[in-house]
């Protein structure tokens, strides 16, 4: 892949970036290409565009918040009561926890100036009957990306509040109605993402999309750029269910390994997003059977880059030691920013409880369709 070199600060990028992820500098290219986000491995002043737009008071959780430091309430003066401490806004972290089984923690992270990193959840209270997980990552260096992100994740989530349709009764058509509906929730949030950018706007806002809908034994996932969904099965291999759009990917394509493609200098620069000039809206899309008890886990790159393995990500979810979502999604948080929490971080997970006599199977997930 033949590449270009920032005229700013003399970082490598892929041909055609739009920006140098390295400090942000506006790069020459003849065709629309991806939109760069900053580099979590080596990226110490991130350069964020501006935010234009303010995020509404109901844009965010309301109420009470526990103090990061101490777990004691914070006030509305912003600190914490029992601690003093001084408390981030809650859109710089903020948790949702819809049902007892479905959590998500999105986080600033230690080195952005601001979260552009959004989620936006909704589970049943009946474990396991249905919930929707949705992450969109922010383009740093487009201008209101942290409101146009929030915006997404909860337009996506609106499309999705009503179960599956059933199609014409047939396992194929079913798959292909859920992958309409999935490609509906994308083209949800990216009118909710374009909405949000000034129309004169030369650095219009974008975002990565992720999507995971449990319903009963049914995983279906969606994604748009290099946000991913992980299933996560007890006792069994992990499995990484989204495809990134990146150069990374491509790198992989190519045949570089893993770990030297998700470390080059254009790592990070994505093939496909949601915004004004997106070049492509349909999400890939993939259905899978679960047969047995697991964790499900949509995230950011925020928290992959630390662990994108899925056999990583397990091992994290193992140290954690605990079965609450909560919990879970907080001690992933905390683990990305000890490795520098140099991206915002956001963690959203499901826990399955599938009973069957053995759970050998519970790793290998049926494809049910896909595009």
Known sequence: ??????????????????????????????????????????????????????????????????????QGVVGPDGYCETCGAKAPTERDHFRETPAAWVAGVCDRGLVHRRNEDAMALLASETPGERAVLVVLDGV??????????????????????????????TAGSRAGAIAK????????????????????STNPASATFAVAVLEGTLLAHANVGDSRVYWLPDGGPAVQLTVDDSAAQLHIEDGVPRAVAETAPDAHAITRWLGRDAPALAPRTGQVELTGPGWVVACSDGLWNYASEPEALAAQVAAAGTAEPLELALALTAFANAQGGRDNITAAVARVQIDTPTQQNASEPTTAGGA
């Open 140 to 169: 740093s260096n487009s201008i209101d990306s942290d409101v146009a992100s929030l915006a997404g994740a909860k337009a996506a989530r609106e499309a999705l509040r009503t179960p599956f349709p059933h199609g014409m009764g």
């Open 1 to 70: 892949m033949s590449e270009t070199t920032c005229p700013s600060c003399g970082a490598t990028a892929a041909a055609g970036a739009k920006f140098c992820e390295s400090c942000g500098t506006p790069l020459g290219g003849d065709a629309p290409t991806a939109p760069v986000v900053p580099a979590a491995v080596d990226d110490l002043s991130p350069i964020s565009a501006p935010t234009r737009r303010k995020v509404s008071d109901t844009d965010t959780p309301s109420g009470p918040r526990p103090c990061l430091s101490c």
């Open 181 to 200: 509906v999935l490609g509906d929730a994308a083209a949800a949030a990216n009118d909710a993402v374009v909405a949000t950018t000034d129309p004169a």
